[in-house]
Nanobody, 123 residues
């Protein structure tokens, strides 16, 4: 029903910035809350940020608050994650996800997932 494709990952030095993009295919994009999650080697997938259907509310993990900004463009069917002041501990595969529910922090509550994009932050 919904296809999600992430882009924008890459290698960056500590303190640098990246902007991740997630392109969504589907006529009901605005019906979904959107989230970003990340998974580092040997770690569980963890919540990073989420945004409500209209974009009026955002939610962040404490580890990224003040550094990352999630946004969405419901005209273009796009979700973004602006990442500033990157740290080596931000290194992970980043996934965007869509859910029809409202359990923003829980991976199992999301209905659709992208393939992920690698973010590597060097010291």
């Amino acid at each position: 029903q919904v296809q999600l494709v992430e882009s924008g990952g890459g290698l960056v030095q500590a303190g640098g910035s990246l902007r991740l993009s997630c392109a969504a295919s589907g006529r009901t994009f605005s019906s979904y809350a959107m989230g970003w999650f990340r998974q580092a080697p040997g770690k569980e997938r963890e919540f990073v940020a989420a945004i409500s259907r209209s974009g009026g509310s955002t939610y962040y993990a404490s580890s990224v608050k003040g550094r990352f900004t999630i946004s969405r463009d419901n005209v273009k069917n796009m979700v973004y994650l602006q990442m500033n002041s990157l740290k080596p501990e931000d290194t992970a595969v980043y996934y965007c996800a869509a859910e029809r529910g409202n359990s923003y922090y829980t991976p199992s509550s999301y209905d659709y997932w992208g393939q992920g994009t690698q973010v590597t932050v060097s010291s």
